[in-house]
Structures are given as structure tokens and as C-alpha cells.
């Protein structure tokens, strides 16, 4: 395929490929069994999904063969948001549909699970030994008092472990949550004691970028600190004894026992997970075991268009979310990849030798890991056989227009490339991933089927080619339940339907083109609003960043007292940079070619580095504050920070300007 001229796709499915997809054959399907259009392709049942949204949550859960032990009322019992109620009536158990193929003889020994670490030696588990595990700790955790609606906790990395305690939790109807063990003691607390877990799994250290860390201190602070425990699990990653009152792995895991499934209502918690928390305690966000099931058969079945021949790989730690959805892919029999590890050990090209020795046929990774393949200029493409990745899906952040051209130039002209964009709050994408769409560069495919996604302006109206608000304005099942500790309900209110009452706002500037892809320009409470131009801060970024000399950079607006506006560019520069006068001329230039005068910094000012959260989001909203005169202590919480050493910086700036 040629490169994608202004107007034309940089990718496009061929017509077989159309046909075997997912979504094409459950478009059929559903139209004869439910109404949905025959023909107009992925518009007309993107349409239908959200004008009838009952009956297509209705057609997923029958497509997908829910296992409903108790039947459902209705599927949408009330519509409101928040406090939507999704078939009521009904009980069911995650763990139990993802441990399904276990139930197929030619199954049974074929690896669900492939386990890789920095060595690059993979260690598969099947399917069968993988319900055998789950079984033995679910009865373990039933001797030890677990009952529904417990909560169990995991301090773990990327490791078969984990996704076994999730999964023994889930079938007992216990409240699963887990941090990385690259978190520290402070951050895991500010997490955990909220709510309350009885059960802690832990490892005695990781192994990250060649070298052992040790978690013993830590561990033992978590334990002193939380309370509630009533045991705590040893895991001995780096080979330690369990020490004085923990239980051994081993030795919950090693019974051949039958998993018995607790059957739970379907809005019953499944996990909590956790806002970045950069500027309070981290929310403590819940959701449902049969509202993730079905998003998550949806979109991974249908959107990932993953099955039972495909290999799930995508780089993530037990503290993302995409940690839950990439343990997700074994809803729909897929071979899950975990690997636990520095995505650039030994060198930048580490995930695709990984991708390369699993046969990954779905590779997720992070926007900003592929800008630094790019930026380190190497060839994927050519140095590893990657002939069964069919998608590279990225999230994180926006991938940039050249990141897409970049990916289809160096691993695969015919690459789905897969953008896609959601958050921890639904767990799952707003937009992103289908099949059976050309992929435009620059853009996000289309939103998802269920989505009823729409760009509005402050007053409420939809825009087509314009920035606007990101809202959803039906229900999607894997909203949460809930928040944890947040009794009436008020943060949750004020999370997302402040601002327009009844719509979820998510705090995202976005465009829906005319040809109905998305463009995602960054967050909206970190906007950037020059003369009354709102302008994303990714579109600066993604400019700049194309520069050499530009490692990293971070851009913050603030209106000042007396009515002025200042906008700031920080600037992390590579090894042997240095930000004289041509270099800030070039990155001045830069961005009013790329984008516009507007969007030309008052100021360049090099910064020893980019603060990021836990989960490796820029800090902006945080860095506005500080600008802004707000103290440290009351700025940030120091817990979510990767560094914050970094924010001195910051306050100190401010206080250089006050003065």
C-alpha cells in the first residue's frame, strides 16, 4: 500500500478481511435475531447499538453465550445517569466464563496463559492447569472466612500469580484490587486503605530493567498498616522464604480442586480500581462482574476481533487498568501474553522481540513507546519476523500522525493500526478499534458499539469538525457502581455530571469528523484557552516532540490575575542538547507550521524532566497549580507521582515569578 495522501486512508481492510471479522458476522446475525440493519455496514449497527440499546446489549449477551444462572428481568432496568441499572435479576460469575475453554478437551492443554520476564523465556500455563490453580486458591480463600463482597488485594507484577488470585477472587464473589510493586508503601496505602481489604498478595521484590528490587520493608509496612488483614500470601519471586505469619504460595495453589463459581447479582463488585489521584486521595472506582463481562466480550470479541487462534500481548503493570483488560482476553479463548519487565530492557526493541517469540497477533503497547522506537530510528519490521501481528493497538495517550506513519512504514504497510481511547472509569474505549474501518492518520477509527459518543460545545450542542467535550449520553454497562467510601453518592456526581447533569463528561477534548472517526486533543481540564481558542495540549506535543533534540515536553496555560496568559513550554532535551536560540527558534517554528501562531509558547525553559503519574501520564493539571502559587502539600499528592523531586521545580518557578 502506498503511503495515505491528505484525504485517503493510510490503511484499509481488504474485503476477506471484512467478511471474517467479529462484527460483520455479528451484524448478520443479529439482524435476522434482532432487527439490526443488514446492510450500511459498521455505521448502521453503530447507529442501531445506541438507538436500540437494550436489545443490542441483549444481542451481545446471547452472541456471547452469558451464562445467566438466575434469568434477568430486563436488560436496562433504569436509564439514568448516574445510577443505572443493568439486567436486574440476573446472577452470573466472571472467573467462570473466563475459565470456559477449560470445558473444551481440545483445549484444555493449550496455553491460556504465556509468561514472559526480561530473560525472554516463556513459561506457558493451559487452560486446564490454569482452572486447577483457580479452583485451589478459590477453596483456600473460602477456608479463609472470604466471603462476597470481600476485598482482596495484590501488590504483584505482570505474573501468572496475579492473574490467579484475580480470577479465585472473582469466582468467590470477593472485591479484587492490585497495585505494581513499583509503588511505593505510601501510594499503595492511599489505595488500599480505603477499602479495607482481608486477603494481600505479595511478592518479596521484582526484577525491573536487569536488576532485583527488594519489597520486604514495604511489605512488611503494608502489613502493619492495613488492618483488616486476616492473611497475607507470599509469593517468592526472588526466591525468599514467606516471612513469620504469611502463607505460601505453593501451598494454596497445589490441590487438584474443582473451581465452584459463586453466583452474584450482575451488578455485584467485580474490582476497584484507581484514579492517577494526582490532586487527592485516588478515587476508589467500582465495578460490576457482569458489567465488565459483557464491555469486555464486546470489545474485545468484536472490536479486538479476538478469538481462539489469536495471542494477546499488550505491555502494561497490575497498577493500569489495561492490566484487567488484557486479563480479560481469556473471555474469548484467546492466549493471554504477560510480561513483566522493562518495556526497553535490553534495548528499546524489547516488545517486539516479544512480540516477535509469542506470536502475537494483537500487540498493545503505549503511544509513547512508540515515539521512542521512532526517535531511536529502529526497524521492527526488518529485524523481527512479525508476519502474525495483524494489530498494534496503542492507548495511553494520543498516538501522533507521525507515530501512525511511522508504524506502517516500519512494521507492516498492511497494519491495523489501532488507536484507541477510554479510561480507568469505564475500564474499556469510548472509541478506537473496528476491523472492518480504514484507519485515517492522525484519528481513532470510530467510537464503539454500545458508545453513544458525542463532542458539545459548553451550552450542549453536538459538533461535527469542531473541539468539543467528550460525553457519553446513554448508559454504557461498565460505568461504575460506584465509588468506594463516597455514601451519597456526591463525588461520583461530581466526577463526571457536573457538568452537563444526566451526561457523562469525561474530561477529554475531542473532534468527530465528518467521516465519524475521533481526534482526541488531550484533557479538557488542563485545555489550553489563548484569546478564547481552546487548544489540546497533545497537538503541541506531538509537533514538538518530532524535533532530535526533544526528549520529552509539557505545555500549561494560566490565566493570570490582570487578565493575561501565560503559556509556558517545558522541555525535557536528549542526551547532548542544549536550548540556545536556534533551538528555541526551530521549536517556535515548529509549532506555528504544524499548528498555528496561537499555539506558540511564551516561553521555552528546560527542565531536568517530565513528571509523570504512576501509570505514566504527564502531570499537567498538578504543574498549573504549583504555576499558579498553590503550595506543594496542596498541589499534588505525593503518592501518585513518579518523582517528586521533579515539582520543586515547578514551585520554585512560581515563587521566582511572584517575587
Known amino acids: 500500500m502506498t503511503a495515505a495522501t491528505p484525504d485517503a486512508p493510510l490503511w484499509q481492510p481488504s474485503p476477506e478481511r471484512i467478511e471474517a471479522a467479529a462484527v460483520t458476522r455479528f451484524q448478520s446475525w443479529a439482524?435476522?435475531?434482532?432487527?439490526?440493519?443488514?446492510?450500511?455496514?459498521?455505521?448502521?449497527?453503530?447507529?442501531?447499538?445506541?438507538?436500540?440499546?437494550?436489545?443490542?446489549?441483549?444481542?451481545?449477551?446471547?452472541?456471547?453465550?452469558?451464562?445467566?444462572?438466575?434469568?434477568?428481568?430486563?436488560?436496562?432496568?433504569?436509564?439514568?445517569?448516574?445510577?443505572?441499572?443493568?439486567f436486574p435479576g440476573a446472577t452470573?460469575?466472571?472467573?467462570?466464563?473466563?475459565?470456559?475453554?477449560?470445558?473444551?478437551?481440545?483445549?484444555?492443554?493449550?496455553?491460556?496463559?504465556?509468561?514472559?520476564?526480561?530473560?525472554?523465556?516463556?513459561?506457558?500455563?493451559?487452560?486446564?492447569?490454569?482452572?486447577?490453580?483457580?479452583?485451589?486458591?478459590?477453596?483456600?480463600?473460602?477456608?479463609?472466612?472470604?466471603?462476597?463482597?470481600?476485598?482482596?488485594?495484590?501488590?504483584?507484577?505482570?505474573?501468572?500469580?496475579?492473574?490467579?488470585?484475580?480470577?479465585?477472587?472473582?469466582?468467590?464473589?470477593?472485591?479484587?484490587?492490585?497495585?505494581?510493586?513499583?509503588?511505593?508503601?505510601?501510594?499503595?496505602?492511599?489505595?488500599?486503605?480505603?477499602?479495607?481489604?482481608v486477603v494481600l498478595f505479595t511478592v518479596d521484590g521484582y526484577r525491573y530493567g536487569g536488576k532485583e528490587h527488594d519489597?520486604?520493608?514495604?511489605?512488611?509496612?503494608?502489613?502493619?498498616?492495613?488492618?483488616?488483614?486476616?492473611?497475607?500470601?507470599?509469593?517468592?519471586?526472588?526466591?525468599?522464604?514467606?516471612?513469620?505469619?504469611?502463607?505460601a504460595w505453593a501451598a494454596l495453589t497445589s490441590a487438584d480442586t474443582e473451581p465452584v463459581f459463586e453466583q452474584v447479582p450482575f451488578d455485584h463488585p467485580l474490582w476497584v480500581l484507581y484514579s492517577s489521584g494526582t490532586t487527592g486521595l485516588p478515587k476508589a472506582i467500582v465495578q460490576s462482574q457482569g458489567g465488565i463481562l459483557l464491555?469486555?466480550?464486546?470489545?474485545?470479541?468484536?472490536?479486538?476481533?479476538?478469538?481462539?487462534?489469536?495471542?494477546?500481548?499488550?505491555?502494561?503493570?497490575?497498577?493500569?487498568?489495561?492490566?484487567?483488560?488484557?486479563?480479560?482476553?481469556?473471555?474469548?479463548?484467546?492466549?493471554?501474553?504477560?510480561?513483566?519487565g522493562s518495556p526497553g530492557y535490553p534495548d528499546v526493541s524489547a516488545q517486539w522481540r516479544i512480540a516477535e517469540q509469542t506470536g502475537a497477533t494483537l500487540y498493545g503497547t503505549s503511544a509513547a513507546y512508540v515515539m521512542a522506537c521512532r526517535k531511536a530510528g529502529i526497524h521492527p519490521g526488518r529485524d523481527f519476523d512479525l508476519s502474525r501481528v495483524q494489530c498494534v493497538a496503542t492507548t495511553g495517550s494520543p498516538l501522533p500522525p507521525d507515530g501512525f506513519r511511522w508504524l506502517h512504514d516500519e512494521v507492516a504497510e498492511d497494519l491495523w493500526i489501532a488507536s484507541v481511547s477510554g479510561g480507568t472509569d469505564v475500564c474499556s474505549c469510548f472509541a478506537g478499534a473496528v476491523p472492518t474501518l480504514p484507519v485515517h492518520i492522525g484519528e481513532l477509527q470510530a467510537p464503539c458499539l454500545g458508545t453513544d459518543l458525542q463532542s458539545w460545545d459548553p451550552s450542549g450542542k453536538p459538533l461535527t469538525g469542531e473541539v468539543g467535550e467528550l460525553v457519553v449520553i446513554n448508559p454504557l454497562p461498565s460505568m461504575p457502581i460506584r465509588f468506594w467510601n463516597d455514601p451519597d453518592g456526591s463525588r461520583y456526581h461530581d466526577s463526571y455530571f457536573d457538568m452537563y447533569p444526566g451526561v457523562w463528561r469525561h474530561g477529554d477534548w475531542i473532534t468527530i469528523t465528518d467521516h465519524g472517526?475521533?481526534?482526541?486533543?488531550?484533557?479538557?481540564?488542563?485545555?489550553?484557552?489563548?484569546?478564547?481558542?481552546?487548544?489540546?495540549?497533545?497537538?503541541?506535543?506531538?509537533?514538538?516532540?518530532?524535533?532530535?533534540?526533544?526528549?520529552?515536553?509539557?505545555?500549561?496555560?494560566?490565566?493570570?490575575?490582570?487578565?493575561?496568559?501565560?503559556?509556558?513550554?517545558?522541555?525535557?532535551?536528549?542526551?547532548?542538547?542544549?536550548?540556545?536560540?536556534?533551538?528555541?527558534?526551530?521549536?517556535?517554528?515548529t509549532i506555528r507550521e504544524?499548528?498555528?501562531?496561537?499555539?506558540?509558547?511564551?516561553?521555552?525553559?528546560?527542565?531536568?524532566?517530565?513528571?509523570?503519574?504512576?501509570?505514566?501520564?504527564?502531570?499537567?493539571?498538578?504543574?498549573?497549580?504549583?504555576?499558579?502559587?498553590?503550595?506543594?502539600?496542596?498541589?499534588?499528592?505525593?503518592?501518585?507521582?513518579?518523582?517528586?523531586?521533579?515539582?520543586?521545580?515547578?514551585?520554585?518557578?512560581?515563587?521566582?515569578?511572584?517575587?
Request: charged residues 25%; contains cysteine; proline residues 6%.
Open 594 to 659: 504544524n499548528l498555528s501562531p496561537r499555539h506558540v509558547p511564551d516561553e521555552v525553559i528546560e527542565v531536568p524532566a517530565i513528571p509523570h503519574t504512576l501509570t505514566g501520564k504527564r502531570i499537567e493539571v498538578p504543574v498549573k497549580r504549583l504555576l499558579q502559587g498553590t503550595e506543594l502539600a496542596k498541589a499534588v499528592n505525593p503518592g501518585s507521582v513518579d518523582n517528586l523531586d521533579l515539582l520543586h521545580f515547578y514551585a520554585d518557578l512560581a515563587a521566582k515569578r511572584r517575587a
Open 92 to 197: 452470573l460469575n466472571y472467573a467462570e466464563h473466563a475459565l470456559r475453554t477449560a470445558e473444551d478437551p481440545a483445549r484444555a492443554d493449550t496455553p491460556a496463559l504465556l509468561y514472559v520476564d526480561e530473560t525472554h523465556t516463556q513459561v506457558p500455563i493451559s487452560w486446564a492447569d490454569l482452572r486447577r490453580q483457580v479452583g485451589a486458591l478459590a477453596a483456600e480463600l473460602r477456608a479463609l472466612g472470604v466471603t462476597p463482597g470481600d476485598r482482596v488485594s495484590g501488590y504483584l507484577p505482570n505474573i501468572p500469580q496475579a492473574a490467579v488470585a484475580f480470577l479465585a477472587t472473582a469466582a468467590v464473589g470477593g472485591v479484587w484490587t492490585s497495585c505494581a510493586p513499583d509503588f511505593g508503601a505510601r501510594s499503595v496505602l492511599d489505595r488500599f486503605q480505603q477499602i479495607e481489604p
Open 31 to 86: 439482524a435476522s435475531r434482532f432487527g439490526a440493519p443488514a446492510e450500511g455496514g459498521y455505521e448502521a449497527l453503530h447507529r442501531w447499538s445506541v438507538d436500540e440499546l437494550d436489545t443490542f446489549w441483549q444481542a451481545v449477551a446471547e452472541w456471547f453465550d452469558i451464562r445467566f444462572s438466575t434469568p434477568y428481568e430486563s436488560v436496562l432496568g433504569e436509564r439514568t445517569m448516574p445510577g443505572a441499572t443493568w
Open 295 to 340: 464491555e469486555h466480550f464486546k470489545q474485545l470479541g468484536l472490536h479486538c476481533d479476538l478469538g481462539p487462534e489469536d495471542r494477546f500481548f499488550w505491555y502494561t503493570s497490575t497498577g493500569w487498568m489495561m492490566w484487567n483488560f488484557l486479563v480479560s482476553g481469556l473471555l474469548t479463548g484467546t492466549t493471554v501474553v504477560l510480561y513483566d
Open 517 to 589: 472517526s475521533v481526534i482526541i486533543h488531550g484533557r479538557s481540564d488542563s485545555t489550553l484557552n489563548r484569546q478564547g481558542v481552546r487548544m489540546g495540549s497533545a497537538d503541541i506535543y506531538e509537533a514538538v516532540e518530532r524535533l532530535p533534540e526533544i526528549r520529552e515536553s509539557l505545555v500549561i496555560g494560566i490565566e493570570e490575575p490582570d487578565g493575561g496568559y501565560w503559556m509556558p513550554l517545558f522541555v525535557h532535551l536528549a542526551d547532548g542538547a542544549t536550548l540556545d536560540d536556534d533551538l528555541r527558534a526551530a521549536i517556535k517554528a
Open 215 to 247: 519489597r520486604t520493608e514495604t511489605v512488611a509496612e503494608l502489613r502493619r498498616e492495613l488492618p483488616t488483614l486476616r492473611a497475607v500470601v507470599h509469593i517468592p519471586l526472588l526466591g525468599t522464604d514467606a516471612p513469620e505469619g504469611a502463607l
